[in-house]
């Protein structure tokens, strides 16, 4: 039987990254495919191949047999292949109909006929129950609404496979059983839909056949009737050599403790859901999760970059409500944020800039005039780029000239050189080789025996088990489970990053 | 054996727009019937060729130097100062009116308070634009240009009604009394200290940005406003403050004019510095720099003033070429990629001659 | 009632200028361009206009060849922000210095006067049969330049243009979410250039009017602030063609107003000054947040190769 989408053999590196490596996938009419996978497993670039925004460097694309030749997303939307992204191409003060219409708007000789517009994208509406009133600016709609509008424009330019881009990231439960009522309806109507998840249960709920990526590679596929949760999230997160019991150790004393704290976006969805969590002296707690649960919030509130939280959080015994992140910063809280180029570093500065943004809340770089000590600064910044092995060796280059890897390394070493009572480290060994993931990870193990609390948040859960005393998974802004990181099964643990608790 | 190496990067974007500013103006130059030659004589002649002619030049840089720093200022915090000609009228006004006001006070205190009141003036004024788009969400860029026009209004009503000079047709104030007037640079010239002033503004502003703190917020704010506010700065503080410091920048552009070169506030006394400051200061960048540029556009004034003499050019095409300057420095990949493509024709040329 | 039709008179004339600059504000705004640099672009129209006028004798060829400049000054300028990725604002502020000096330097050249242009022909004002007899509103409407007639038909094209066809709303588009377009195939900077297009014809039009409709001469800086009257309208009718237009007529009015009671106020700079502060009032105080501006106004974008 000819297959509607075939995909055979495809490969895409980016630089060393080998994102896709002898990648099959196939899809039909009528069926819902679910691309399951954690961050960084390669579903994205695939389906991006698909679309024609990437290609492939090896491998074919065939449509109902025929080999493809997809350069560009118009083409794709030409064949009738439509992606639903996950930050939304909707023009927020456009109406419904209006955003449908960019770009094929319906003519009345040569005007806009928004009368027949309208009436378009009603029947659209209706036809497949998406309920949108076409007339609401985008802007006043919420989030899952505005998912349908994009599902609306997909369809009007002429969908017949639609992916969609982890579209329930941004849902609440009840939304995510309005679109999966949605994506039965589209099967139904012949419709073919690739859904790319993270989330366990939402696929055993929703889809026809699973395809499990890990690592850039096809790591399972299978009829969703035939398998289980646990066998998807065993093919998910693979077989991971333990490694041999650290020694663990922490003390009592807490140096942050959260307590019912819930964090509402200013869509006034709830991004943090009554967060109870301790971080102690010489612990190192582990934040499991894939990205987009909760973590950057997690981060921000812990910052006071975001003061809209309710609850309470402590720091060092006393409340953190009111301060403000510079006095946080100089009462010895440190971060190695996600996004180092945005809230790490100055990208047009040099070294020695990039270097003082960790230390300029204390005087520790002023002389007694209150001038800045520049040569001080430098010596600094020079022993800090010799002591993380940043390279080039070079203080007067503008940080934006090092290579990815080399900028974290030089955010983790300004961090840890501040000796914080209390680290956050997001993703911490991002872009960065093995050798310095390995000093980064000794480095943090020193700071934790020194006796600060560190928080670290990484979607390797190797890294995570290896230096985390205790895990937390958190999932949908909820802390799912938080025990000793001894006490987890892999298996346990991607199931609960997907969502389903355990008993 | 260890090497120097240079600490700073030169940023050859400047150099490449004046060179190509400098071609184009000879192809307009050449257009308009004359010879490049004879024309850029002319200008360097007209600005240092004569006491008259660097007297001129001084004066022309003077104003043109602190309203480039007020600029610059502003463009370290990632802010573009648009309200400069509003903000250096406002402390002109500021100035004279303690100047005029304050009668029979020594000079060592009148000179400082004339000063004073000149930089209040100019930064109120530019604190308004600021604060409006942080409280509100104004545009800054219409309110910055709406109070340009407002200043100029009121300082009209204000030397031609309260402040003026009785007995003259012209609008302008009374003569400062001598207590609040700026020494003089050389014997029998108009040019001022006010120079010097501004020199040593520029020192200033630079050591502040390099060696303090808040200089350090400031660069680190315009580099980048995120990482700034992850690492504690007060962003919005920032902001303000930085565009205090450009106000009083150009606030002292139009007290140095007032009391220095002109002795009393005169309509109109500004053929838009303001936005010529805008020139001065993407041209220089840093505050240091910033004097270089405004001597440069300074010289070309000067030396511009000798073209509406005897050619059928006039002190207008240094506008002209301070357009183009400007153009060529807004798009700096432009000019790098006129420049190399023009060596790489001049290379051929060569090598087929030779 | 004299006053009342000298005002209305005025009126007509002081908004005529400014609205025509305002619309080309509005629609170049929409598409993702500052309107920073309508005081050169206007001004280079009004140069243009006098010029061919003198040249050909004909009023409505130097219409023609001021439009022809307003075009050309407004591709330059788009052509630096959308291929080289050039600073809007400065690069606005530059073509109106650069504009200003050209226009005064060729001033000299061609007449040989300073600050002024020979008088040249002018569009003479049309006198409409009927409407000129009906009392009292026939004394203003009925006998004005052709280009305020023209006024009223082209803001409803305008409108039209930008609400109600396909290219209106891909304009809009690529001024508030450029990304949109590029996801669906189409071109911003295909948008941007036309919009600089329409912009420059309105602009070239409106200082047109002022050297070849309101006067019959060119003088140096003849559009003193009007673009940024503009830019000042545009932005108090919210990024809209009908509330920019009543922006603009809100300055011309305030304008015809402040120059009728000259004569009896003597501090007339405060009246003068009436525009200005409204605007400012306007601006800081009904617009909440500046949620009204194109999003990506200002900015530019790196079209995806």
Known sequence: ?503 | ?354 | MEMFISIMNAAFRLTTPIAYVTLGAVVLEKSGINALAMEGIMLIGAFGAAVGSWGSGSAWIGLLTGILCGVAVSMIRSWLCISHQANQTVSGVGINILVGGVTAMLLKIIWGMDGKSETVTALKDWSLPLIKNIPVIGDFLGKQNPLAYLLIPVLIMIWILINRTPFGLRLITAGEHPDVLSSLGLKVSTYRYLASVIAGVLAGIGGAYLSIGQLSFFNQDMTSGRGYMALAACVFGRWTVGGAFCGAVLFGVAEAIQIRLQTQVQYTQFIQMIPYVVTLIVLSGLVKKNVAAPKASGKSYREQQ
């Open chain 1, 1 to 503: 039987m000819e297959k509607g989408v075939e995909m055979r053999g495809i490969s895409k590196a980016f630089g060393s990254n080998q994102a896709n490596q002898a990648v099959d996938f196939y899809c039909n009419a009528r069926e819902v495919v679910c691309l399951l996978g954690e961050n960084g497993a390669g579903k994205s670039t695939l389906m991006k191949i698909l679309y024609g925004q990437y290609k492939a460097d090896c491998g074919e694309i065939l449509l109902s047999g025929k080999s493809v030749d997809i350069q560009s997303p118009r083409e794709a939307i030409k064949m009738g292949i439509q992606m639903v992204h996950q930050h939304f191409m909707l023009v927020p003060t456009l109406t419904v109909t209006d955003n449908v219409m960019i770009g094929k708007e319906t003519k009345n000789h040569y005007f806009y006929d928004r009368r027949q517009a309208r009436q378009v994208v009603r029947k659209l509406s209706e036809e497949y129950h998406l309920d949108i009133p076409e007339d609401k600016l985008v802007g006043e709609l919420s989030v899952g609404e505005q998912q349908k509008v994009e599902i609306i424009k997909a369809l009007y330019h002429g969908a017949q496979i639609l992916i969609l881009d982890e579209p329930t990231a941004v849902l609440t439960p009840q939304e995510v059983d309005e679109l999966f009522k949605v994506i039965s309806q589209l099967k139904d109507d012949g419709k073919t839909v690739i859904m790319i998840t993270h989330k366990l249960k939402e696929t055993m709920a929703i889809s026809d056949r699973v395809y499990v990526m890990r690592q850039g590679k096809m790591a399972g596929q299978c009829l969703t009737e035939n398998t289980t949760i646990d066998q998807l999230s065993h093919m998910m997160v693979g077989h991971k050599i333990s490694k041999t019991e650290k020694e663990r150790f922490y003390s009592d004393k807490p140096v942050v403790s959260l307590a019912h704290v819930s964090l509402k976006n200013h869509e006034k969805k709830e991004v943090l859901k009554d967060i109870t969590l301790e971080i102690r002296e010489k612990e190192i707690l582990g934040i499991a999760g894939v990205e987009g649960n909760g973590q950057m919030e997690l981060i921000e509130v812990l910052s006071a970059l975001n003061t809209n939280w309710t609850g309470s959080i402590l720091f060092n015994g006393t409340s953190i409500q009111g301060k403000k992140t510079a006095r946080l910063l100089s009462e010895g809280l440190s971060c190695i944020h996600a996004d180092r180029q945005t809230n790490g570093i100055a990208m047009e500065l040099e070294v020695p800039y990039n270097f003082l943004m960790g230390f300029w809340q204390t005087d520790e770089y002023t002389t007694n005039l209150g001038l800045l000590n520049w040569q001080k600064i430098k010596m600094d910044s020079r022993e800090l780029l010799e002591e993380y092995d940043v390279r080039p060796r070079d203080i007067d280059r503008k940080i934006l000239e090092f290579s990815g890897g080399n900028q974290q390394k030089f955010v983790v070493g300004r961090e840890m050189k501040r000796n914080p009572h209390f680290l956050i480290a997001a993703h911490p060994t991002r872009g960065v080789d093995i050798m310095g993931t390995s000093f980064i990870h000794e480095q943090l193990m020193k700071l934790k025996a020194d006796g600060a609390g560190i928080l670290l948040i990484s979607s390797d859960l190797d890294e995570l088990l290896e230096l985390s005393d205790r895990i937390a998974v958190l999932y949908d802004g909820q802390v799912m489970e938080c025990r000793q990181s001894s006490a987890y099964q892999m298996m346990e643990l991607g199931r609960l990053m997907g969502g389903r608790a355990c008993k």
């Open chain 2, 1 to 354: 054996m260890k090497k120097r190496k240079l600490n700073k990067k030169i940023n050859p974007a400047p150099f490449y727009s004046i060179a190509l500013a400098a071609i184009i103006g000879a192809v307009i130059i050449l257009a308009s019937g004359n010879s490049p030659l004879t024309i850029y004589s002319k200008l360097i002649v007209g600005a240092f060729g004569s006491g008259n002619g660097l007297q001129q030049m001084l004066l022309q840089t003077t104003p043109l130097l602190f309203c480039g720093l007020s600029v610059a200022v502003s463009m370290k915090c990632g802010l573009l100062n648009l309200g400069v000609e509003g903000q250096l009228y406002m402390g002109a006004l500021a100035s004279a009116a303690t100047g005029i006001y304050f009668q029979g006070l020594p000079q060592w205190l009148h000179i400082p308070l004339c000063i004073l009141a000149g930089m209040a003036g100019g930064a109120l004024w530019a604190f308004l634009p600021v604060w409006l788009k942080i409280k509100r969400g104004t545009h800054e860029v219409v309110t910055a240009l709406m109070l340009n026009y407002i200043a100029v209004l009121f300082i009209e009503f204000m030397v031609n009604y309260p402040m003026g000079d009785r007995n003259s047709s012209v609008a302008q104030t009374d003569v400062l009394p001598s207590s609040a007037t700026l020494p003089k640079l050389f014997i029998k010239s108009q040019v001022s200290v006010g120079i010097i002033i501004g020199i040593v503004l520029a020192v200033i502003l630079a050591f502040v940005f390099k060696q303090t703190i808040l200089g350090f917020q400031i660069t680190l704010t315009g580099a980048g406003i995120k990482a700034a506010a992850a690492s504690g700065v007060n962003v919005n503080r920032i902001m303000i403050v930085t565009m205090i410091i450009s106000g009083v920048c150009s606030g002292l552009a139009g007290t140095v004019e007032v009391m220095g070169t002109y002795n009393r506030l005169i309509q109109g006394f500004s053929p838009g510095y303001g936005f010529d400051g805008i020139a001065v200061a993407v041209l220089g960048g840093s505050p240091v720099t910033v004097i270089f540029s405004a001597l440069l556009f300074g010289a070309l004034r000067a030396g511009g003033m000798a073209l509406n003499f005897g050619t059928n050019l006039s002190v207008k095409f240094i506008t002209t070429l301070q357009g183009i300057i400007i153009l060529l420095i807004a798009a700096p990949e432009l000019s790098e990629n006129i420049w190399r493509k023009l060596r790489k024709y001049f290379a051929k040329i060569k090598k087929r001659e030779g």
